[in-house]
């Protein structure tokens, strides 16, 4: 069984810093792209972060600058390092990966979320 376990949330102060992880458990052939989204309370889910197969990064403009998500392809865990946080930055925030299970099963998982919140 394919799970995303996710790590890292807290609550920390304006201006603080939390690392998230996300490591794929189970057997699977290969990762794509693997990312973070985020859902404020009331609002929609959004996207913060991914990273592809290649590894390259791409960021919401709401955290470019800020934010940085690598990966570990020996350990198909992604990361994503968070500085300088505000509160409009609370939120739970979920693993998302595009997996190749078996080398012809392609499929997407979540993570179950992890709550960042961030106090002023």
């Known amino acids: 069984q394919v799970q995303l376990v996710e790590s890292g949330g807290g609550l920390v102060q304006a201006g603080g810093s939390l690392r998230l992880s996300c490591a794929t458990s189970g057997e699977i052939y290969a990762t794509n792209t693997m990312g973070w989204y985020r859902q404020a309370p009331g609002k929609q889910r959004e996207l913060v972060a991914f990273i592809t197969g290649g590894g390259a990064p791409t960021y919401a403009d709401s955290v470019n600058g800020r934010f940085t998500i690598s990966r570990d392809f020996v350990k198909n865990t992604v990361y994503l390092q968070m500085n300088s946080l505000k509160p409009e930055d609370t939120a739970v925030y979920y693993c998302?990966?595009?997996?190749?299970?078996?080398?012809?099963?392609?499929?997407?998982?979540w993570g179950q979320g992890t709550q960042v919140t961030v106090s002023s």
């Open positions: 998302h990966a595009d997996l190749l299970v078996t080398m012809m099963s392609r499929r997407e998982y």
